[in-house]
């Protein structure tokens, strides 16, 4: 109906279509929407890459966080910044993934992007520790700031609660 009248979709037509999907547990067809929003070139907000990985939210499996890091690497590869909500979302699918490295690794993206961890990120990732049996990586995350450092190895960090 859009088209047909002479209207464009806008990536908050997109988004819209995507969180909708997302409300109606539909996983694969919000993916579809976000790819055809990519072959129209609507894909320069980060709003839509994080409708999209909300999509795979729905699922906690690894083919899911694997889908949505897809998506972060599309959404760095066009230059588009993930924000705060991003790196809480898939560190939070990291969590309920049993990949808990890749939420600690996501922590250091982040800082890395300039951004430090907000407590709301600190608390997604206390949970991804929480789901994956490891107490003492949580008590880390709440004494201060942790950081991944590989090799299944964690280091204390500055702390932090803020964007920017």
Known sequence: MMQSAGCRPTDITYCTLIEACVLAKETDMAL???QRAQRQGVTHSVQVYTAA?????LGASEADLEAALDI?????RNSVEPDDLVYGNLIALAGAARKLEVAFEMIEDMRASGLRPSTATCSALIYACIQ??????????RGGAVVWVGRGRWGVGGGGDGGR
Do not use: D, P, Q, S
């Open 72 to 76: 972060y690497a599309t959404m760095t």
């Open 32 to 34: 579809r929407v976000f």
């Open 132 to 141: 994956n049996g490891n107490m003492a990586a949580a008590r880390k995350v």
């Open 53 to 57: 990985i909300n999509a795979c939210m």
